[in-house]
């Protein structure tokens, strides 16, 4: 006899089987989204009546399914990109999606014949671009580096707002009733208003504290296990802890926490060995979660309603894109004017068809309640439902699939195929190292014989001078590689230089103004590299730090730089 727990056993292992079919079909035919395929697949599922017996709701997305895409997505996020993005993620997924949602709200009431309140709450389920379509879409697709940093950024971070948003416009629905209209007064606005400054910024600080609680523990162990361990409760812990104790946001509290523990966590408290382990381990469950989420989007579609509503959908597809539009050209061109490192045209569009409408809006629209408080049915509850998953479909099938070909036809390269080789040799370069180091410290330990030890420092430092010279002929046919080696190269030691003198001061050291100037001085450089100019040269001095010229004013020559080193 089938009991409750075998019967899920065999729905998840169905949603499984049909994956695997996919991911073989896929493998097959190449150059075709794995994520997408998926989703079409539960589409035909779903049209053919095939039914897996799980059933898709709002607590599963939001507090089973997203909490891991969303930690993995920032855990792997490059920091030092992400904070040098800043202005124009910050500028998107905070004011660019409020006024989106204002622009949508007040046109759609005339376009879909909804009340005011109605089409608000639309927009704000809608708008907010979905980390899970976008990340797993830009992976596959390997966009570059940048462009990938300002969607994904965007991404992670405006769902936080549009949660807020979207809680805050539906318990006015609740109040206003099955009319759906209510006065916003200026009392109302700043309510709302402060309601979303106090859920993102509350959702930072519980993010920034468990993942320093985390950090801590994880920098005195060195046991790799109980440390994916402790990821997981940062995952989900911080997300609960936000979202349901403290009723800040749960989606920024975890995008912090794996910004944190994914940056300065692997920097400073983790053993190669620890960060194999819980990178592959996160990698493996965002697959498997994206495998799942996907397969029941499309499963879950409800494809008669979408007929029926077929007018409203066309109508809501073509405003969300042109919305997206509205906010994106002007914003990105209004920051280029007091940036150095400008947002391309070209990204600019990417970033408009790019904004994918996925798993995040399909959550909430699931958690509309049937009924009011007053018991009379939730107005427009079945064309919102219609309406959300038509856009979603369009955006994720349409957009998803064309998104290759925006960037060819663009011109925007994703990586050469010299670029692809560097990489592969740095990779290489890396693991030959630290296998050299793990000889060492068995030997040292006696766990390895000294003529075993031989042979095998023998042979990967035999490779390692191959790969050596490997790259440094390959840095010297591609000069623009070897530029951004150096960029990449002096960011992360520029860092390094600003850490050592924050200690420095912390510990008394250096004055508080010391420390200032010697920050300020580092921030320069650091913005010379952010613009593309190196201050490292071969044969000269790019750059001639401040303490030279106080060390010269007191008469201390070895301060002074030589003439073939000031000329330019």
């Known amino acids: 006899m089938v009991t409750g727990i075998e019967t899920e056993l065999l729905n998840l292992l169905s949603v499984f089987i049909l994956a695997a079919g996919v991911g073989v079909v896929v493998a097959k035919v190449g150059n075709f989204p794995y994520t997408i395929a998926l989703l079409l697949a539960g589409l035909a599922a779903s049209i053919l009546g095939v039914q897996f017996g799980i059933e898709l709701s ?16 920032a855990a792997t996020t490059d920091l030092e990109q992400f904070r ?9 997924a905070v004011p660019g999606l409020i006024i989106s949602v204002l622009i949508l709200g007040v046109v759609g009431e005339a376009a879909f014949d909804f009340p005011l309140l109605i089409a608000l709450l639309f927009a704000s389920m809608i708008l907010p671009t979905d980390p899970v379509s976008v990340l797993a879409l830009f992976e596959e697709l390997g966009a570059p580096e940048r462009l990938a940093t300002i969607v994904e950024g ?66 005195n162990l060195d046991e790799h296990m109980t440390e994916i361990v402790l990821t997981a409760i940062l995952a989900y812990g911080s997300f609960l802890l936000a979202e349901h104790y403290v009723g800040v946001s ?48 499309g499963t879950a579609t409800p494809v008669n309603q979408l007929l029926e509503h077929g007018r409203l959908i066309l109508v809501a597809i073509v405003l969300v894109v042109v919305v997206r ?39 909430l629209v699931l958690g509309l309640p049937a009924t009011l408080p007053s018991g009379t049915p939730f107005p ?69 014989s000294a003529s075993t030890y031989e042979e095998f420092t023998t042979e990967y430092e035999r490779e390692k001078a191959d790969l050596d010279t490997a790259i440094r002929e390959l840095l010297d046919e591609h000069p623009d590689i070897r530029h951004q080696e150096v960029l990449a190269g002096e960011r992360r030691v520029l860092q390094r230089e600003k850490s050592a003198i924050m200690d420095a001061t ?63």
């Open 154 to 219: 965007e991404s992670l971070l405006n769902d936080g707002v549009g949660v807020v948003v979207f809680t805050a416009l539906l318990a006015l629905v609740e109040e206003a009733g099955q009319s759906g209209d209510i006065a916003f007064t200026s009392d109302l606005v700043v309510d709302v208003g402060l309601e979303i400054v106090v859920s993102s910024v509350g959702g930072t600080v519980v993010g920034l504290v468990a993942g320093y609680l985390v950090y801590r523990v994880m920098i």
């Open 250 to 297: 749960g989606v920024i509290a975890t995008v912090v926490a794996g910004l944190f523990i994914g940056n300065k966590g692997a920097e400073y408290a983790m053993s190669p060995q620890t960060k194999i382990s819980i990178f592959n381990t996160w990698e493996t469950a965002a697959f498997i979660v994206n495998t799942f989420i996907f397969v029941a989007i």
């Open 84 to 92: 040098r993005n800043l202005p124009p993620i910050l500028a998107l």
């Open 506 to 568: 912390r510990s008394g050291v250096i004055s508080d103004d010391v420390g200032d100037r010697l920050m300020e001085e580092v921030d320069l450089k650091l913005d010379r590299v952010n613009s593309g100019e190196t201050t490292v040269r071969e044969h000269e001095e790019g750059y001639e730090e401040f303490w030279r010229t106080r060390a010269a004013e007191f008469g201390i020559a070895a301060a002074a730089l030589d003439e073939d080193e000031t000329e330019e």
């Open 380 to 448: 427009f509850r079945e064309e919102l439902r219609a309406m959300v998953f038509g856009v979603a479909a369009f955006s994720l099938i349409v957009q998803g699939l064309s998104m290759g070909r925006l960037l060819n036809g663009l011109g925007i390269v994703t990586r050469s195929p010299a670029a692809e080789l560097y990489e592969l040799l740095v990779g290489r370069a890396r693991a030959v190292d630290s296998a050299l180091d793990a000889a060492e410290e068995l030997e040292s330990a006696g766990e390895l």
């Open 325 to 363: 539009a509205i906010i994106v050209y002007p914003i990105t061109t209004l920051l280029n004017q007091f940036q150095s490192n400008d947002v391309s045209l070209s990204y600019q569009h990417v970033m408009v068809w790019g904004g994918l409408h996925g798993s995040i809006p399909i959550a």
């Open 58 to 73: 709002h607590d599963i997305i939001l507090l089973v399914l997203l909490p891991p895409l969303l930690f993995e997505g």
